[in-house]
């Protein structure tokens, strides 16, 4: 099963979506004097809101149209560009080049999240955002990454699709930056199959959210609209069916986090005295929901053969999550052949010009090549985790992993390779 919240499903998400399919409100909106239209989109998006600690959710059906509604609802659009790591999701990068903004990668360090050092080096006067990816259910590094948006008057975008339940020194992730987007598909800590959420603590910037989610409309769509609908929406809406599955999903979120830390500390406890090996960087220990446990090898050919002879890849190989192996990316393959927004001339007579290619985050490429992941409660090929636990691996079973890990390690660091 790919994600922790995936495995988990059962009696709880079949009781919350009978009770949608017998109410026949399936729509976000319903009678509010029915006493069958249970309102389960807002009732999740209220629950989100406040472990969030922020005052607006808005539901939207993936992570990659929170993406969309962040970006344009804070008035990210042509002209500007966006600094995002060069490990991330595609939805990182493909949902600022759909708001008609400019990508522009950065390095990550050995957090596996941005490196401010290189943000900052990127700033220019096109920039407008910042978004911080948290990478495999661990924090970026908040603090510096905020001073830098503070310092250069930017917006801190946070994307955490693959942290949600994660904190930085004590703060809910998501509630940091200006906006916090989430994703519920299969991969993620809890899942309908697909879902998402945007969070702020903005109100002008939930009502922008809220209005490109549906069609320009104000939150709940309360109070005469037509000629008072602020731009032009899309429809990204969650529906009740989902927002079911995820309020029963959200309840075991305390039990998802309980036991994937528990797993990942026996996990790491048991390799942490394997020689050469060295493990990712976290930012707050306390915070990470654990899902993967990430390990350095001392070099690129010792990774590649102990990954090979445990079944899985180096992260540098891991498709999906590295810009070197996003070839629609690299080639600005835009759906339409003018090739906008990097031919847009808003951007272009701003002085903006982009290319991007393989080999241009060195330090990137050389950290993930010589990285692997270990499942702790995430199964996904796309993040190279097929060796690993899943969420209920006994004690035992934990050990054999580790145990197999370190034979394999120990057996291709003695020998160089
Ligand atoms: C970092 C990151 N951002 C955005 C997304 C997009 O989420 P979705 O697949 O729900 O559109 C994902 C999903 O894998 C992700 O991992």
Redo the contacts with the bound molecule.
Sequence with gaps: MPGPGMELIGEEEKREVLEVLESGYLFRYGSEDDPRFKGKVWALEQEVAKLSRVRYAVAVN????A?LVALGGLGIGPGDEVIVPGY??V??MSSVVYSRAIPVLAEIDETLNLDPSDVEERVSPRTKAIMA?H?LGNPARLDELKAIAERHGLLLIE?C??AFGASYHGRPIGSIGKAG?F???I??TITAG???MVITDDEEAYERFFALHDQGHKPLRKGVEVGHRPFIGLDFRMTELSAAVLLAQLRKLPRILAELRQTKARLKAAIADVPGVTFRHITDPEGEIATILTVFLPSEEVARRVAAELGTKVVADSGW?VYSNMEHILNQRTVTPERCPFTCPYYTSKGGAIRYEKGMLPRTDALLARAINISIGVVDPGLGSAFGVHIGASPQEVDVVAERFRRVAERYVRAGA
Aim: charged residues 10%; aromatic residues 12%; glycine residues 12%.
């Design positions: 993936s992570g990659t149209s993406l991330t999701f939805a990182s990816v990478m994307d699709a693959q987007t994703s519920f598909n991969y993620k697909d879902g998402g999550h």
